[in-house]
């Protein structure tokens, strides 16, 4: 069986804590990106790249009720490749607006403001009622 000193075990450690700390500091420095920074991209308009994620999400919203409002008053299938996109777009959204919300969680706490973080968590939560399961 082998033997290892302390010292040994130390060093190593030392070496990989170190590793970690330099990862983090270079991660931080030249890629910052911030859960509550995605999250409100989200939610809200952002001309500095053209998004309008929310407007776009209400848009398919709109388009999705439209189809199935229809297709119950006309009594046919709703078996639609423009259903189906709609669909899955909306999937999509709603699965980047709750990933985002759980990477901003921490950061709302680290920050201080939790209250801000309930109320985001409550519109995420209202947001996915009429989100397609």
């Given amino acids: 069986m082998a033997q290892f000193s302390e010292e040994y075990i130390f060093r190593t450690l030392k070496i990989v804590l170190m590793g970690v700390l330099i990862s983090n500091v270079v991660c931080y420095i030249l890629w910052p990106r911030s859960g509550i920074t995605k999250l409100k991209c989200y939610l809200h308009s952002n001309p500095a790249n053209g998004r309008n994620d929310m407007i776009a999400a ?53 920050l201080g403001r939790k209250e801000e973080y309930l109320i985001m968590h409550r519109l995420v939560e209202r947001m996915e009622v009429i989100t397609p399961p």
């Fill in 58 to 110: 209400m848009d398919d919203y709109s388009d999705v009720f439209t189809l199935l409002v229809r297709s119950f008053l006309s009594s046919s299938s709703i078996n639609n490749t423009k259903f189906e996109k709609l669909y899955e777009d909306q999937r999509k959204w709603s699965g980047k607006l709750r990933a985002s919300l759980q990477e901003s969680k921490y950061e709302y706490y680290l």
